[in-house]
């Protein structure tokens, strides 16, 4: 027999079970939560420090098994103080029996709204000798950036500069934390991947579902007609046109639309405005030889892309990603 809880209710029952000493079952209402009200801070502190305090032991110290363990931990939750420290640790001990740069490597980021080839650009930057290049790796940083979120990037790209020619992160949530990016590093350099919104609209439309039930990461918290997600605070939210609310994939995909077109809108003014640190790069011409050529020249050491690109039409080449650091 299934028991449903309201919100309120379901944070009694889970406090009730951590207070008694039953972690499996409080871990568990605290996964439910999150899943169901993903913009609720508390329930994903609180499932993040769980899950970590129920499998941290099989995960030897200065481990690359422990670092994917707390990534995927904070994946699900947030930083907070206690998984910081334990993945820190963790990566110091990591990287001690590397060598030390004379002098910290590149730092990039790549930017773009997603379905935009960041994956295939990911592949061309790990090609580069003694590159350290990750796509989407935890924390997801939301729309509205958390301090501790945007901290916990800085620092572990601080640190991987003192050990590889090349420190580069894309995701698609980078966007409105550039500001603390430059700040950090001023030297750092952004690649933003803008692509022709149609295809981008009908590309998200294929990888997060279709009817009431799918993912709409663009929607408003309350909206009963889709079904939440862990990465929907790390989009905007738009107002559901209540003409289009009888067609759910007509209402997406005009939210799909907004957001591509101001988001490409906003790499467009951060490359006239910065050109020196911003390459603008359309998706459509991401394998010519003139942007490789281009891409070279900002990295500073010659790329490789990927024979086809990856994640068309789907997330496979992303999904099967394992995390190193």
Same mark, same amino acid.
């Given at each position: +027999?299934? !028991?449903?809880?309201?919100?309120?209710?379901?944070?009694?029952?889970?406090?009730?079970?951590?207070?008694?000493?039953?972690?499996? /079952?409080?871990?568990?209402?605290?996964?439910?939560?999150?899943?169901?009200?993903?913009?609720?801070?508390?329930?994903?502190?609180?499932?993040?420090?769980?899950? @970590?305090?129920?499998?941290?032991?099989?995960?030897?110290?200065?481990?690359?098994?422990?670092?994917?363990?707390?990534?995927?931990?904070?994946?699900?939750?947030?930083?907070?103080?206690? %998984?910081?420290?334990?993945?820190?640790?963790?990566?110091?001990m990591l990287l001690e029996p590397r060598p030390k740069r004379t002098r910290p490597g590149e730092i990039i980021l790549g930017i773009g709204s997603g379905r935009c080839g960041s994956t295939s650009l990911c592949a061309a930057v790990a090609s580069v000798p003694e590159a350290c290049a990750v796509h989407e790796?935890?924390?997801?940083?939301?729309?509205?950036?958390?301090?501790?979120?945007?901290?916990?990037? %800085?620092?572990?790209?601080? %640190?991987?500069?003192?050990?590889?020619?090349?420190? @580069?992160? /894309?995701?698609?949530?980078?966007? *409105?934390?550039?500001?603390?990016?430059?700040?950090?590093?001023?030297?750092?350099?952004?690649?933003?991947?803008?692509? *022709?919104?149609?295809?981008?609209?009908?590309?998200?439309?294929?990888?997060?579902?279709?009817?009431?039930?799918? @993912?709409?990461?663009?929607?408003?918290?309350?909206?009963?007609?889709?079904?939440? #997600?862990?990465? $929907?605070?790390?989009?905007?939210?738009?107002?559901? #046109? !209540?003409? %289009? !609310?009888?067609?759910? $994939?007509?209402?997406?995909?005009? +939210?799909?639309?907004?957001?591509?077109?101001?988001?490409?809108?906003?790499?467009?003014?951060?490359?006239?405005?910065?050109?020196?640190?911003?390459?603008?790069?359309?998706?459509?011409?991401?394998?010519?030889?003139?942007?490789?050529?281009?891409?070279?020249?900002?990295?500073?050491?010659?790329?490789?892309?990927?024979?086809?690109?990856?994640? /068309?039409?789907?997330?496979?080449?992303?999904?099967?990603?394992?995390?190193?650091?």
């Amino acid at each position: +027999m299934r !028991v449903e809880f309201d919100n309120a209710t379901a944070v009694k029952v889970a406090e009730y079970f951590e207070s008694a000493g039953m972690v499996s /079952a409080a871990a568990k209402m605290w996964q439910g939560l999150s899943m169901s009200t993903p913009y609720d801070r508390e329930a994903r502190e609180k499932l993040g420090e769980l899950l @970590f305090d129920q499998i941290q032991a099989g995960y030897p110290l200065g481990s690359a098994a422990r670092s994917r363990m707390i990534l995927d931990v904070i994946s699900q939750s947030l930083p907070t103080p206690k %998984l910081s420290e334990a993945y820190f640790e963790n990566l110091e001990m990591l990287l001690e029996p590397r060598p030390k740069r004379t002098r910290p490597g590149e730092i990039i980021l790549g930017i773009g709204s997603g379905r935009c080839g960041s994956t295939s650009l990911c592949a061309a930057v790990a090609s580069v000798p003694e590159a350290c290049a990750v796509h989407e790796i935890p924390p997801l940083i939301y729309w509205e950036p958390l301090d501790e979120q945007v901290q916990f990037h %800085l620092d572990r790209m601080r %640190l991987l500069a003192d050990y590889y020619s090349v420190v @580069f992160e /894309a995701a698609h949530w980078w966007l *409105n934390a550039l500001d603390r990016f430059v700040a950090e590093f001023p030297g750092g350099k952004v690649i933003a991947l803008h692509r *022709n919104t149609d295809s981008c609209v009908r590309s998200f439309l294929n990888v997060k579902g279709r009817g009431r039930g799918s @993912f709409n990461h663009w929607a408003p918290p309350e909206s009963n007609f889709w079904a939440p #997600n862990l990465w $929907d605070p790390t989009y905007p939210s738009y107002s559901v #046109n !209540v003409e %289009l !609310v009888p067609d759910p $994939d007509t209402a997406k995909a005009a +939210m799909i639309e907004r957001y591509v077109r101001e988001y490409n809108q906003s790499l467009r003014q951060l490359a006239e405005i910065d050109p020196q640190r911003v390459l603008l790069v359309r998706t459509e011409d991401l394998a010519s030889p003139a942007t490789t050529a281009r891409l070279n020249s900002l990295v500073g050491l010659p790329v490789t892309m990927p024979r086809s690109p990856l994640n /068309a039409g789907g997330t496979r080449d992303s999904d099967q990603r394992s995390y190193t650091f």
